[in-house]
């Protein structure tokens, strides 16, 4: 079975820094893209970003870009999303979703892990 | 960079069909798909490239494409289908994804 299992939730501080993760399972993990999604409270969806394991090929939207790390272990079949200095507009839902082509559907999307940054 | 509109929301009877829209600059040019979000959950696809049904998904679902506007089309909709849809696309100019803002369709 193909799966996408995310990290658990996760609360901080304002300018702390943070790593969730992504593991997949049940197929070919370098041969497929893994995406990530944003979804604010109450709000739609946003395209972060995407990486092929394969290689480390990484495509960014621009709003996101310079704002996150999108990278991956292969060795582990882990993706990751991180942040070097959180602020409270990154409180959100952060799914990670898998596609075989940048222009494929995500065909299987992980549980979300819901970030919470405070003071 | 590439802007994909939705209406923010659309009603149906039980037994009517709804049709949800996504409109973008000659979106018909490019691969649209669709998805469905229910309260609590994760997305789930339910049109690939503008008219393709994945496997699971009911037949009461479809799309089509052209010009400047993608349709979601559920025929018979029963009080399951209420949820938020989303459309999507990968915009080549900018070489990134894009989400439509989604729609919440509601059953009467």
């Known amino acids: 079975e193909v799966q996408l299992v995310q990290s658990g939730a996760e609360v901080k501080k304002p300018g702390e820094s943070l790593k969730i993760s992504c593991q997949g399972s049940?197929?070919?993990?370098?041969?497929?893209?893994i995406g990530w999604v944003r979804q604010m409270p109450g709000k739609g969806l946003e395209w972060m970003g995407i990486?092929?394991?394969?290689?480390?090929?990484?495509r960014y939207s621009p709003s996101f870009q310079g704002q996150v790390t999108i990278s991956a272990d292969k060795s582990i079949s882990t993706a990751y999303l991180q942040w070097a200095s959180l602020k409270a507009s990154d409180t959100a839902m952060y799914y990670c979703?898998?596609?075989?082509?940048?222009?494929?559907?995500?065909?299987?999307w992980g549980q979300g892990t819901l970030v919470t940054v405070s003071s | 960079s590439y802007v994909l509109t939705q209406p923010p929301s659309v009603s149906v009877a039980p037994g009517k069909t709804a049709r949800i829209t996504c409109g973008g600059n000659?979106?018909?040019?490019?691969?649209v798909h669709w998805y469905q979000q229910k309260p609590g959950q994760a997305p789930v696809r339910v049109i690939n490239?503008?008219?393709d049904r994945p496997s699971g998904i009911p037949e009461r679902f479809s799309g089509s494409n052209s010009g400047n506007t993608a349709t979601l089309t559920i025929s018979r909709v029963e009080a399951g289908d209420e949820a938020d849809y989303y459309c999507?696309?990968?915009?080549?100019?900018?070489?990134?994804?894009?989400f439509g803002g989604g729609t919440k369709l509601t059953v009467l």
């Open positions: 490239y503008d008219n």
């Open positions: 979703a898998r596609a075989t082509q940048l222009y494929s559907p995500f065909d299987c």
């Open positions: 000659n979106i018909g040019s490019k691969s």
């Open positions: 990486i092929y394991p394969g290689d480390s090929d990484t």
């Open positions: 049940g197929y070919s993990f370098t041969s497929y893209w």
């Open positions: 999507q696309v990968w915009d080549t100019s900018s070489d990134r994804g894009v």
